[in-house]
């Protein structure tokens, strides 16, 4: 342990010391959220940007440090409450992502998690999945990856909550909207909602008949029915989020900017903790005098919250919170965790290692501000256009936020299977259909449609497609005349063009509700990652590895 670190542990200590005795009619309850884990089971990059220090790149996270850390502060506290704000699973690295996820859902187990809102990214493989990762089982739209990391699936024993996902027959949640765990004698309740634009980031055939509503108000909805079982102290866990400029870590931050805000200020005034995610964020503010956290995501920080309450009124009297940033080696292993760390990684290590094709350059890089085109952005739509020729396709479009990944190489440029499926791994699978030349301006356009490129950014495009956008021209007409073109030729208006995307878009994904009057659709059932993958060993095959340093400038903006 380095010195700062070992200077942090003693202040801690100290302070858990010197603190007197809580009077009889007040308890404390202990709450360690995360948020947005997406099957990080391993550390990974992490920048340490303190108000107390200067900012700094480390490894942090793993599971094997989260269990560690929570086994220390269970010595301190064993009634002490796990929970999370969601996106625990989907988007994630191979070593999950092969096996259906279930590593993940294991080590949440192992770790003790008692509830999570679900997130956007549960829903990526549809409802029926989801409800396997909660139940278990081995019946799933994965059959080649369930039930493969074990021999069978338990399922989840944490619980995932949805209060404003309504099945549209039964019009009840389609998961419990909350959960009351008893900690010190309190009865609290955790109340989970996802936002409510999930419909637009998951997969439109594995959501039908589900309706996603407002959020604040499915959550002042269960108040009511919680006071009747006794319940005075309400925790929201809310996969929804915010920026601020603030440090992570700044207590009582008050710049918190973003849709959770609104949400915030409309929940009913017994409710003083906010657990929220999706943003990827981490912080410590208040709004409206409520505590709003969030704890980045892969699992590199972990928030610590305290709720003073008052027995004598069942309610919250006080609540303070603070970042524990995951550190490996800062606190004493956890046998189990590291157990299951290493069986996870023997389980996948001979897979991922696997080798694919050699790149020209070591690392193909994904843009961070998704909007912009991105060197990986191109070399995935010219994979999907070369799987999709067989089907007629002339152009290819992929969405940035399905790039997860830069694609890097190990030892003389060489792609391993890993590598390849950080990329890409919700293993959609693409799909061919026909375009109007005018469809496809249209397609183009909705990429500004309601503000969404700042959230979802722009369409990747293929070798050979191009376009100019001129950002001073209102919503609908920021598309250049005339400057859409296809191997130099403008687009006709009224020709038809094969197209192939991945299922995602062609449900009208991210917003692009064009994708779904295509006409003459094919399913390919080729999944984006084979494409990729074949493409990449075409590529060496003809002597031209794959991959470049920047972006081919495929569209451009103009002043």
Known sequence: MNKYLSLMAVAALAGCASRQPAPLDVKEIQLVALNDFHGNLEASKYTWD???????????????????????????????????????????????????????IGAMNLLGLRATSVGNHEFDQGRMELLRQQKGGCVSPRADKACKFA???????????????????????VL??????TAHGVKVGLIGT??????????????????????????NRQLPELRQQGVGVFVVLIHQGGRTTDKFDQQDCANLKGPIVDVVRRLD???????????????????????????D?????????????????????????????????????????????????????????QPIATLAVPSVKREKDLAHESALGDLVADSMLYAGRAYGAQIALQNPGGIRQDLDTAAGN???????????PFGNALVAMNLRGAQIVELLEEQWLGGRDAKRGFLQVSEGFSYAWDASQPEGRRIVPGSVRLHGAPLQMDSSYRVVTNNFLAEGGDGFPTFTKGSN???????DIDALTSYLIRREQDQRPAGAAAPQKRYQRVE
């Open 50 to 104: 303190s108000v107390n220090g200067g900012e700094r790149v480390i490894q942090a996270g793993g599971i094997d440090t989260l269990g560690a850390a929570l086994q220390a502060w269970r010595k301190q506290d064993p009634e002490l409450l796990l929970v999370g704000a969601g996106d625990l699973i989907g988007a994630s690295p191979a070593i999950s992502a092969m096996w259906a996820d279930e590593p993940t």
């Open 151 to 173: 021999g069978s699936y338990e399922g989840a024993q944490f619980q995932y909550l949805a209060a404003n996902v309504i099945d549209m027959v039964t019009r009840k949640p």
């Open 176 to 181: 419990p909207a909350y959960k009351i765990e």
């Open 194 to 219: 996802v936002l409510r634009e999930t419909a637009e980031s998951a997969l439109a055939s594995g959501i039908a008949g589900l309706e996603f509503v407002d959020e604040a108000d499915a959550i």
């Open 269 to 295: 005034p017994a409710i003083r903790v906010v657990i929220s995610g999706h943003s990827h964020q981490g912080y410590l503010c208040k709004v409206d005098g409520r505590l709003v956290t969030q704890s």
């Open 297 to 353: 995501m892969g699992g590199h920080v972990m928030s610590r919250i305290r709720l003073t309450v008052d027995t004598s009124t069942n309610s919250v009297r006080d609540v303070a919170a603070r970042q524990e940033v995951m550190v490996p080696g800062t606190w004493p292993a956890d046998p189990a965790l590291d157990a299951y760390l290493k069986q996870a990684r023997a389980r996948s290590t001979a897979a991922l290692a």
């Open 414 to 424: 060489r792609v391993m299977l890993g590598h390849a499926m950080a990329v890409l």
């Open 521 to 527: 659709r094919t399913p390919t059932n080729v999944r």
